[in-house]
């Protein structure tokens, strides 16, 4: 592993709350929606980036699919193989940076949800190559033709909430759609400074093509709120649906 990164840090510090979060309580209906979404027969190899504490990974693992989870945080993996123990199913977990990974087999299916990896940008990463390089790697993990869905940050928010002092301030730059900020990784703890990576629906499709993917869907996705629906301007998170080509 290479020197530790200001998000792995901050998640570190994160997981013994992480599941505190209010968007971590629709845990089996999202499974629920990513199941009927991707159509996977019994026992498909599903691949989970970013996956955190592992609560998607986990309820896919309980449902019968063999699941491998990805994430950069050392301390979130461990809740996540905690969490697996304690449910008696078993998950595949790899600590890997999802900018920099490959996998030995293809899966039939990934996810890559609520900002476990795509658009978190260390203080040096560029917003644009950092979540292509998560989408190059994930096409190159899918088997062709394999779905996969995402949830990335919803820029049409961004745009509404900023004003020209946040530009001013360094807070967001319209230009990348990136908010960068301090926040404190849980309480009583220091805050630390992260960036996020927002991203305009038009952009998205060119992503994607981009990294091997074609585009299927892009929906209202904020978390306790999926559905086939349009983006609503001011909501958190857009979904994305999108297929590895077949060559």
């Given at each position: ?177 990136v908010e960068s900020g301090a ?53 958190m998170e857009i979904m994305v ?7």
């Amino acid at each position: 592993m290479q020197q530790e990164s200001t998000w792995e840090a901050f998640f570190d510090a994160h997981a013994p709350v992480y599941e505190e979060n209010e968007f971590t309580k629709n845990t089996v209906a999202e499974v629920d929606f990513l199941l009927e979404e991707l159509d996977l027969p019994p026992g498909a190899s599903i691949l989970d980036v970013g996956c955190g504490t592992g609560r998607h990974a986990i309820e896919l693992a309980r449902r019968g699919y063999s699941v491998t989870g990805l994430d950069l945080s050392a301390a979130m993996l461990a809740r996540a193989a905690a969490g697996a123990e304690a449910a008696g199913v078993r998950v595949d977990w790899v600590r890997a940076d999802a900018t920099r990974f490959t996998m030995p087999e293809p899966f039939d299916a990934a996810i890559c949800l609520c900002e476990g990896a795509f658009g978190l940008l260390g203080p040096g990463d560029d917003p644009v190559e950092q979540p292509l390089a998560i989408l190059g790697n994930i096409a190159r993990s899918l088997k062709p033709g394999a779905k996969v869905v995402l949830t990335v940050l919803n820029g049409t928010a961004s745009l509404r909430r900023h004003q020209n002092s946040d530009v001013a301030q360094g807070r967001f730059d319209p230009l990348t759609l990136v908010e960068s900020g301090a926040y404190p990784p849980q309480e009583g703890l220091p805050p630390m400074e992260v960036r996020e990576r927002t991203f305009a629906p038009t952009e998205v499709p060119l992503l994607c093509r981009m990294a091997g993917l074609s585009l299927l869907h892009l929906w209202g996705g904020t978390a306790g709120n999926w559905g086939r629906r349009p983006l609503d301007l001011d909501e958190m998170e857009i979904m994305v649906v999108a297929r590895r080509g077949d060559g």
